[in-house]
C-alpha cells in the first residue's frame, strides 16, 4: 500500500472528528454518530483507492452509509487504476463520551490490502490488550493474577502500580474483583475500550493492560493498531447462541473458540492507523474551534514503512480574511 495514503486517512478521520465535535455534550449520541459517518463518507472517495469497507456501520439494510461491503474511494468515480483495500471505520468509537463531552472519544479508520482485516461480526470479544514489552508474556485463559503478575514482571514495577482499563459493565464484576483481589489498580472507564487498548500500546500513557468484553470490530481495530505500535491483542469472540454462530458463518468463520492475536485480526503486511481525538483524551487532544479555523490532534500510523505520526493540525477557515495562527 502506498504509504502516501495515510495521510488521505487523516483527512477522513480529521473530518470526521470535527463533524461530531460540533455536538460535544448535546446528550445525543445518535445524531453524534450520524454527523461523523456522513462526514467520513464524504470524505473517504478522496482517498485514491479502490476500498471496501468490511467493518462499518452495519450491513447494508441498516446503515445508510459505511455498510459493511460498500465501496468507497475514488476508484468510484474515476476508471484509473487504484490499490484494492479493505477499510475498517469506527466514524466515532465512543458516542457516549462525546454526547456527554467524556475524555477519549475518537474517530477512527484502519486500512490494509485487501483480505488483510478479518470480517468480524457485530458480536463481543473478550479482549486482553497490552503493550511491546509484555506482548509474549500473557494469555487469554491465564488467570487474571497471573497475567497481571507477568505484566508486572515485564514492565519492572510491582503488580500494585499497574493501571488496567476496564469497561464500567455488569459482566466485569468478577474480573473487577479479580484484578483488585492482586491489588492492581483499575480506570474503570464508561465507553470506548479501543481507545484505551491503545494507550496500553504507547509506552509512558499510564495505561499498562485492557481486560474484559467489548465490541469485536473495535477489536480488529485495535489489532491494526497494535501491528503500528507492535503491542498485542489477544481476543476470542464471544459465541453464546445458534444466532452468533451463524452470524460468524456468515463472515466465514467456523471456529468461534479460536484466540486471535493482532496478526491474525489485521493480518496484512501492510497496514495503516488513523485516529482523530474528538474529545480530549490521553494520548490526544480533542478537536478545538477557535476564531478562524479548528485544531485537530491525530495519530497515523503504518507498517510499511513502519512509522508512528502524532499530527496536531490547524485547519484555516476559508473565508477567514486574516487567519492567526497560535501556537
Ligand atoms: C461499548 C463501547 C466500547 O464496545 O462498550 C461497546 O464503549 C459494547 O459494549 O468502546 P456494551 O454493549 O456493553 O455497551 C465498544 O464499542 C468497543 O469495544
Redesign the pocket.
Known amino acids: 500500500m502506498d504509504a502516501g495514503l495515510s495521510l488521505d486517512f487523516l483527512g477522513v478521520v480529521e473530518q470526521a472528528a470535527i463533524a461530531c465535535a460540533h455536538t460535544m455534550g448535546q446528550g445525543d449520541r445518535h445524531h453524534s454518530d450520524l454527523v461523523a459517518v456522513e462526514a467520513m463518507r464524504k470524505k473517504m472517495d478522496a482517498v485514491p483507492m479502490d476500498g471496501t469497507i468490511v467493518i462499518g456501520e452495519g450491513e447494508r439494510d441498516e446503515a445508510p452509509m459505511l455498510f459493511i461491503g460498500e465501496k468507497v474511494g475514488k476508484a468510484l468515480h474515476d476508471a484509473g487504476a487504484y490499490p484494492a483495500i479493505d477499510i475498517a471505520v ?1 466514524p466515532l ?5 462525546c454526547a456527554t463531552g467524556s475524555p477519549n472519544a475518537i474517530a477512527v479508520l484502519a486500512a490494509a490490502e485487501r483480505g488483510g482485516l478479518l470480517h468480524a461480526p457485530d458480536l ?2 473478550e ?1 486482553l490488550v497490552v503493550g511491546p514489552s509484555c506482548k509474549d508474556a500473557v494469555s487469554l485463559d491465564a488467570p487474571v493474577a497471573k497475567n497481571l503478575g507477568a505484566i508486572a514482571e515485564c514492565l519492572e514495577r510491582k503488580v500494585e502500580d499497574l493501571v488496567v482499563v476496564v ?1 464500567e ?1 455488569d ?1 466485569h464484576a468478577t474480573l473487577i474483583e479479580e484484578i483488585r483481589a492482586v491489588g492492581a489498580r483499575i480506570r474503570l ?8 487498548g491503545i494507550s496500553a500500546a504507547v509506552v509512558g500513557s499510564g495505561v499498562h493492560a485492557v481486560m474484559g ?7 480488529v481495530l ?1 489489532a491494526a493498531a497494535m501491528r503500528c505500535l507492535n503491542g498485542e491483542i489477544l481476543a476470542r469472540l464471544v459465541v453464546k447462541k445458534p444466532e452468533h454462530e451463524e452470524r460468524c458463518r456468515t463472515m466465514g468463520i467456523t471456529d468461534f473458540n479460536r484466540v486471535y492475536g493482532a496478526s491474525d485480526l489485521a493480518s496484512s503486511d501492510s497496514v495503516i492507523f488513523a485516529a482523530t481525538g474528538v474529545t480530549e483524551g490521553t494520548l490526544m487532544d480533542g478537536v478545538r474551534f477557535f476564531g478562524d479555523g479548528v485544531r485537530t490532534h491525530s495519530l497515523v500510523m503504518q507498517t510499511q514503512p513502519h512509522r508512528v505520526q502524532f499530527i496536531d493540525t490547524i485547519h484555516v477557515h476559508a473565508d477567514s480574511p486574516n487567519p492567526r495562527v497560535h501556537f
Open positions: 469506527d468509537e465512543g458516542t457516549n463520551l463481543y470479544m479482549k469497561l459493565r459482566r472507564i464508561t465507553d470506548g475500550d479501543l481507545s484505551a468484553t467489548g465490541g469485536a470490530p473495535e477489536g485495535a
